[in-house]
């Protein structure tokens, strides 16, 4: 795997919902738009990876811990075989009203951003050298 990334509308829901059946539909719901962007030619990683996500809101937005084990679940098998190969984890919410910058604009990105409603944008990458600390 050198590159996998997705986009699915949000809000996403929290690993902390009290209505675990709302929960089991979000994962669902990332799993079937994760596979929507995967293609044959795509092998599940074996080795370490880095998980980004961003969390792009209109007015209602939730803490970013939450919303991470949801998502990790539902690409299991796809993306990575278990959720015990993620060593590296970025996630980040951004407003959709605020002001910031996008360098090196990636189609998918686009899309999302295009939709104009809030959406989450997930990338799965190689992670970086383990004996490295930036």
Not at 3 to 28: C, H, M, N, Y
Not at 71 to 86: C, E, R, S, T
């Given at each position: 795997?050198?590159?996998?990334?997705?986009?699915?509308?949000?809000?996403?829901?929290?690993?902390?919902?009290?209505?675990?059946?709302?929960?089991?539909?979000?994962?669902?719901?990332?799993?079937?738009?994760?596979?929507?962007?995967?293609?044959?030619?795509?092998?599940?990683?074996?080795?370490?990876?880095?998980?980004?996500?961003?969390?792009?809101?209109?007015?209602?937005?939730?803490?970013?811990d939450?919303?991470v084990?949801?998502?990790?679940?539902?690409?299991?098998?796809?993306?990575?075989?278990?959720?015990?190969?993620?060593?590296?984890?970025?996630?980040?919410?951004?407003?959709l009203?605020?002001?910031?910058?996008?360098?090196?604009?990636?189609s998918?990105?686009?899309?999302?951003?295009?939709?104009?409603?809030?959406?989450?944008?997930?990338?799965v990458?190689?992670?970086?050298?383990?004996?490295?600390?930036?």
């Amino acid at each position: 795997m050198t590159r996998f990334e997705f986009i699915v509308d949000g809000p996403p829901v929290s690993q902390q919902a009290r209505r675990r059946d709302r929960l089991e539909a979000w994962k669902t719901t990332v799993r079937q738009e994760a596979e929507k962007y995967w293609s044959s030619e795509q092998k599940t990683a074996t080795g370490l990876v880095m998980l980004q996500i961003t969390y792009f809101y209109d007015s209602v937005e939730i803490d970013v811990d939450n919303i991470v084990k949801p998502i990790q679940d539902a690409i299991i098998g796809l993306a990575y075989v278990d959720d015990k190969q993620v060593s590296d984890l970025l996630v980040r919410k951004r407003n959709l009203s605020g002001n910031f910058k996008v360098k090196d604009m990636i189609s998918t990105l686009g899309q999302g951003l295009d939709r104009g409603k809030q959406f989450l944008h997930i990338v799965v990458i190689d992670a970086p050298d383990q004996e490295v600390l930036t």
